[in-house]
């Protein structure tokens, strides 16, 4: 089986479904973590 967990926040898939990407990984199931969070705030803009 193959599992696509998508969280928002780094840790957020540990803490809302860490049991169950345990059970899927330890059942030889190919599981893949994408975290949407980007770098952090944007540079400041320049003006002239």
Known sequence: MK???IAPHADD???G???TIR???EAG???V???MTG???EPPK???
Do not use: F, N
């Open 13 to 15: 898939e540990t803490l």
């Open 33 to 35: 973590v994408a975290v």
């Open 17 to 19: 479904v860490g049991g």
């Open 29 to 31: 199931d190919q599981v």
């Open 46 to 48: 320049r003006t002239s």
């Open 23 to 25: 059970k899927h990984a």
């Open 3 to 5: 599992v696509l967990v």
């Open 39 to 41: 770098p952090g705030k």
